[in-house]
């Protein structure tokens, strides 16, 4: 009885020992499961991320260089084996060995280190030069492109960072769950878990280093750059104020030109050679501050000049021309010019003369009455005719006057002498202001020219011609208005020998002798005393 009751005791006693030890078990589960689920997340949080996937694929070139390897002993043993079956399995392993190196051959840079080449510093390239202020641009580009990627690469180690924060809180995790149940499988998951967490911890120090020194790089060429940016804004600036003062410069002498030159004619050529001057100063004050070597420039247009002084022959002609039509004075703005191209005449004022080519504007002259009936037209005179064509200036110097002449035919029984004296009469009245001003305007001229005749009358000749007697009147007149003065002298003499009986203006005819008898001429002797009352 006694004994009976010790047993009761004793499985009494096992079974809630039994109980008490399945309770411990029952809560180490539920404790584990919930450390495999955060390790599960954590699986999940970084399971896009590229250091991650990078290494993923560094361990899946070991394993396929592993799974290579066993299948090229297999297919070594089964080399020579002539068996059907064999051979067979012989052509599955070739065809295995060919998809594993293709496989490899994909995946080779991840031969040695998974993290080569991100963990190398971005190769910063050659910073630019600044020679000039238009290179500051691509200088500023350059420094936002390289602080840009310092960015990058910063924000690809953080992500580092973030992978080994979670790779540790992993190990931390399987650690605990080998502890509480320290088993086979638990340890080598702590094991692969160390592993690679001593990978990623190896890459972020390399990372770190040369983040370092791709930040020391980055800071060290952003200072030059910005140096050379400031030093060529400084230089800008001085060059800037230079052209400044050469611009003042020229409005000053432009106004002192404007203030003192009242010449219209010769105060636009003043204007003109100062604008030549101040922009060829400023050209060569930019060439010799932006070219850094002049002599190698020199050299060049020394061995090139040759071949553009042929292949551009008539510039450089209208440019020389240019500088003997401004230096020699031959032409000015608004002389009246006379020019000849290809058997046509060409009368116009000169409204421009620039560095290649003179502008004229055509103007209604006895050249456009006679033979082109055409007027107004701009006309674009090269300045290296002043070389080759004869050009007729109509108001060189002081000149602003031109003989104009007018023959008219009278019949040669008309008394010519009297009409000689009448065109000689209306020719001083009309032409009379002109030829004063002539007078005056040829007796300045003397102090620059030898003239020899400088007699400005009016002359009148007379010409035994087919058509009959010619009556030719030569007047000064406005070499700006010829057709003005030369129409009305004109009229005027036609009705002067219209009220005449005794003169008869001639045109083409034909005279039909029908009889022997001769007309008996008139008496056109002229007395010694000749005047307008012996005449008339």
Same mark, same amino acid.
């Given at each position: ?56 694929? =560094? ?8 799974? %290579? ?70 200088? %500023? ?21 973030? %992978? ?6 992993? /190990? ?26 001593? +990978? ?30 400031? /030093? !060529? ?23 002192? +030109? ?52 042929? +292949? ?7 440019? %020389? ?22 058997? /046509? ?28 009936? *055409?007027?107004? *037209? ?6 290296? =005719? ?13 000149? *602003? ?32 202001? =002109? ?12 102090? !620059? ?57 001639? =045109? ?29």
């Amino acid at each position: 009885m006694f004994k009976k009751i010790l047993w009761l005791i004793f499985v009494t006693c096992n079974l809630f020992a039994a109980d008490a030890s399945s309770s411990v078990k029952l809560e180490d589960s539920i404790k584990i499961e919930a450390l495999r689920q955060r390790t599960t997340a954590i699986d999940e949080a970084i399971q896009d991320n590229l250091w991650f996937k990078r290494y993923g694929n =560094y361990l899946s070139y070991q394993k396929l260089i592993e799974e %290579l390897s066993t299948v090229d002993a297999e297919v070594k043993k089964i080399k020579n084996a002539k068996d059907k079956v064999t051979i067979e399995k012989r052509e599955r392993l070739v065809s295995k060995q060919e998809s594993l190196e293709k496989q490899i051959e994909l995946l080779q840079e991840f031969k040695n280190s998974p993290f080569s080449r991100m963990v190398e510093s971005v190769e910063l390239e050659s910073y630019p030069r600044i020679t000039n202020p238009f290179a500051i641009i691509s200088a %500023l580009s350059y420094i936002k492109k390289i602080k840009q990627d310092s960015m990058d690469y910063r924000a690809r180690i953080d992500r580092l960072d973030f %992978l080994v924060g979670k790779l540790k809180e992993k /190990l931390s995790l399987i650690e605990e769950i080998y502890q509480i149940e320290p088993i086979i499988t638990n340890e080598d998951m702590v094991y692969e878990a160390q592993k690679e967490l001593n +990978a990623f911890i190896a890459a972020q120090e390399i990372a770190s280093t040369s983040y370092s020194l791709h930040v020391k790089k980055v800071e060290e060429a952003t200072i030059r750059v910005t140096q050379d940016i400031t /030093l !060529q804004m400084k230089r800008a600036f001085n060059i800037g104020i230079f052209i400044v003062v050469v611009i003042v410069f020229t409005l000053l002498l432009k106004f002192v +030109a404007k203030r003192y030159i009242k010449d219209n004619d010769r105060f636009y050529t003043a204007n003109k050679i100062i604008n030549f001057v101040n922009v060829t100063l400023i050209i060569l004050i930019l060439l010799f501050s932006y070219i850094e070597n002049v002599s190698y420039l020199v050299t060049v247009l020394g061995f090139a000049s040759a071949g553009i002084a042929i +292949a551009m022959k008539d510039w450089f002609m209208s440019i %020389l021309g240019w500088m003997v039509i401004i230096f020699g004075g031959s032409f000015h703005v608004g002389d009246r010019i006379k020019v000849q191209k290809d058997g /046509l005449l060409y009368v116009g004022d000169i409204i421009d003369i620039s560095l290649l080519r003179m502008t004229l504007f055509e103007d209604v002259t006895i050249s456009t009455y006679r033979d082109n009936r *055409r007027a107004g *037209r701009v006309i674009f005179v090269p300045n290296n =005719y002043v070389f080759t064509s004869l050009i007729s200036n109509y108001t060189h110097g002081t000149i *602003r006057t031109v003989w104009d002449g007018i023959d008219i035919f009278i019949t040669f029984d008309s008394n010519h002498k009297k009409a000689v004296y009448l065109a000689r009469e209306i020719t001083k009245k009309y032409a009379k202001g =002109y030829t004063d001003i002539a007078r005056k305007q040829l007796n300045l001229l003397r102090n !620059q020219y030898s003239l020899k005749n400088t007699n400005v009358e009016p002359r009148v000749f007379s010409f035994v011609e087919p058509q009959g007697f010619c009556i030719s009147s030569w007047y000064m007149t406005n070499s700006y208005a010829t057709l003005t003065l030369r129409s009305t002298i004109s009229s005027e003499i036609i009705d002067a020998f219209n009220q005449e009986d005794d003169i008869t203006i001639a =045109y083409h005819t034909q005279n039909i002798n029908l009889g022997s008898q001769k007309k008996r001429m008139p008496n056109l002797e002229t007395p010694k005393s000749f005047d307008e009352k012996s005449l008339f």
